[in-house]
């Protein structure tokens, strides 16, 4: 079972600040199976990323996936209002789908 | 417009049976796998179950494996869960999701329904 770890638990920064997101997996996850998904209080997840580095469907090109192995970085160029949010990886790469425990992105 | 609608949740006392419904609209629905997947109070997401487009094979997380069993009516599209010998740590908000092309990733969300098991 791959386990996924992100930190910081907590990231406090402003808008118009860069943000970087990390997900560590306890093992290598095959074929860089790796998703980030954005969840606002009282609604559901929302997909970002897939394959580690492609947008979904109407994404704002400010979201960017990267990473391989064990190690995956979701950066947010530029943070607006509208991105903070709790972030969560997802791998996909092994039969029993697993989250990490998620990051809170919070105004600071 | 692509929608997911989840019902069926509500106060289940442990070891009780609830069984989850997701109404698909505004898309093929047979054509996907469908996933559930759980949230408790003020925690995390965790995958729940998997089921293939047709119905013929189905995955589970090892913490419901064997209590809990997903299925879905394609002429209704709908998914189904249900859920037997509940236990207090199966209280969360359910989420039903579409998979993207066979792929495991989760792109479409319903909104979720809450169970609560406690006596």
């Known amino acids: 079972e791959i386990v996924l770890t992100q930190s910081p638990g907590t990231l406090s920064l402003s808008p118009g600040e860069r943000a970087t997101l990390s997900c560590r997996a306890s093992q290598s996850v095959s074929s860089s199976y790796l998703a980030w998904y954005q969840q606002k209080p009282g609604q559901a997840p929302r997909l970002l990323i897939y394959?580690?580095?492609s947008r979904a469907t109407g994404i704002p090109d400010r979201f960017s996936g990267s990473g391989s192995g064990t190690d995956f970085t979701l950066t947010i160029s530029r943070l607006e209002p509208e991105d903070f949010a709790v972030y969560y990886c997802q791998q996909y790469g092994s039969s029993l789908l697993a989250f990490g425990q998620g990051t809170k992105l919070e105004i600071k | 417009e692509v929608q997911l609608v989840e019902s069926g949740g509500g106060l289940v006392q442990p070891g009780g049976s609830l069984r989850l419904s997701c109404a698909a609209s505004?898309?093929?629905?047979?054509?996907?796998?469908m996933h559930w997947v759980r949230q408790a109070p003020g925690k995390g997401l965790v995958w729940v179950s998997r089921i293939n487009s047709d119905g013929s094979s189905t995955s589970y997380a090892d913490s419901v494996k064997g209590r809990f069993t997903i299925s879905r009516d394609n002429a209704k599209n709908t998914l189904y869960l249900q859920m037997n010998s509940l236990r207090a740590e199966d209280t969360a908000v359910y989420y039903c999701?579409?998979?993207?092309?066979?792929?495991?990733?989760?792109?479409?969300w319903g909104q979720g329904t809450t169970v609560t098991v406690s006596s």
């Open positions: 394959g580690a580095s």
């Open positions: 505004g898309f093929t629905f047979s054509s996907y796998w």
């Open positions: 999701a579409r998979d993207r092309f066979w792929s495991d990733v989760m792109d479409v």
